[in-house]
């Protein structure tokens, strides 16, 4: 039931961009995207409401495939403060709310 | 506003002891949560509440109890603490089940 992300873990160059996966087995209807530092709480980055919909902040973007119950997270020209582990989230039944599995993406130098 | 708070921030306990994590936020939010991250793991929902006096359980629930008697404050009560429950612990609160969750900075509690 839980969303499954890949890639598990990714490593990057500072400059380099990266996509995020994030699928269900179950019908998706709004997704959202985290990030989580080491040692912190996740911090929300952005919210996907409509198939197919495709939303920006700063260099980090998403995309929504409701058909394919799919939504991509693309992280371009990556910084150093992009490092963290991001999570995709979305509401599973009528209350309840799940994460993903996660992704671990660190830029380097 | 403070948005979500949590204490304590640390905790050790020994097993078969019991004790509450407070959470506690001033956004008017009708949605709370909470959740256990273990080491290198995702989040696992343990119980919510989509309002005072309604509470739900999640993935992982045995062991735990809340109660939501205000809109504010959503306390989670380990019951007899055991090793396996030895993680951190995120209470986080919404608009809406589908608005952006506020996450509070956690409690990570080691039970011996």
């Known amino acids: 039931q839980q969303p499954v992300q890949s890639p598990q873990a990714v490593i990057l160059r500072e400059g380099e961009d990266a996509v995020i996966n994030c699928s269900s087995s179950?019908?998706?209807?709004?997704v959202h995207w985290y990030r989580q530092k080491h040692g912190e709480a996740p911090v929300f980055l952005m919210i996907?409401?409509?198939?197919?919909e495709q939303k920006g902040h700063e260099k980090i973007s998403a995309s929504f495939n409701e058909k394919k119950q799919q939504s991509s997270l693309y992280l371009t020209a990556s910084q150093l403060s992009y490092s963290g582990t991001y999570f995709c989230?979305?509401?599973?039944?009528?209350?309840?709310?799940?994460f993903g599995t996660g992704t671990r993406l660190k830029v380097l130098a | 506003n403070a948005g979500v708070t949590q204490t304590p921030k640390f905790q050790v306990l020994k097993t078969g002891q019991s004790m509450t994590l407070q959470c506690a936020q001033d956004?008017?939010?009708?949605?709370m949560s909470w959740y256990r991250q273990d080491p290198g793991m995702g989040l696992r929902l343990i119980h919510y509440s989509v309002g005072a006096g309604i509470t739900d359980q999640g993935e992982v629930p045995n062991g735990y109890n809340v109660s939501r008697s205000t809109t504010e404050d959503f306390p989670l009560r380990l019951l007899s603490a055991a090793p396996s429950q030895t993680s951190v612990y995120f209470c986080?609160?919404?608009?809406?089940?589908?608005?952006?969750?506020?996450f509070g900075p956690g409690t990570r509690l080691t039970v011996l």
């Open positions: 179950k019908a998706l209807y709004s």
């Open positions: 989230g979305t509401a599973a039944g009528t209350y309840k709310y799940i």
């Open positions: 996907l409401l409509k198939g197919g």
């Open positions: 956004m008017n939010h009708e949605y």
């Open positions: 986080a609160s919404s608009y809406s089940l589908r608005g952006e969750q506020f």
